[in-house]
């Protein structure tokens, strides 16, 4: 599967975005798809991940309560909303497919399909 993020942009804290994440190829509804962001000079951390059918998610503590992620798999898009803004969100944020079964991954070498990412710069 191949996938392209997009919605990135340049906001003020506070302000919200919604990242979408777009898929071809093989079956959409196939995968759990994660989010995951990386700041310069840091490592890619996990954001969110939802399960295949979109009736399980997933939240790293630091978004929880103010990310949502969805899935319209007819559409074949999982999105972000991002709520509440703060400078430290600032970061290139990726989706990227897993096709295994089994607990939602929150470790990128659990996924094995990445988008190239869309930056998200959040000024204070």
């Known amino acids: 599967v191949q996938l392209q993020a997009s919605g990135g942009g340049l906001v003020q804290a506070g302000d919200s975005l919604r990242l979408s994440c777009a898929a071809s190829g093989r079956s959409f509804s196939s995968y759990d798809v994660g989010w995951f962001r990386q700041a310069p000079g840091k490592e890619r951390d996990f954001v969110a991940a939802i399960t295949r059918s979109g009736s399980s998610t997933s939240y790293a503590n630091s978004v929880k309560g103010r990310f949502t992620v969805a899935r319209d798999n007819a559409k074949n898009t999982v999105y972000l909303q991002m709520n509440g803004l703060k400078p430290e969100d600032t970061a290139v944020y990726y989706c990227?497919?897993?096709?295994?079964?089994?607990?939602?991954?929150?470790?990128?070498?659990?996924?094995?399909?990445w988008g190239q990412g869309t930056q998200v710069t959040v000024s204070s």
């Open positions: 990227a497919a897993d096709p295994r079964m089994g607990p939602l991954g929150v470790r990128p070498y659990e996924y094995d399909s």
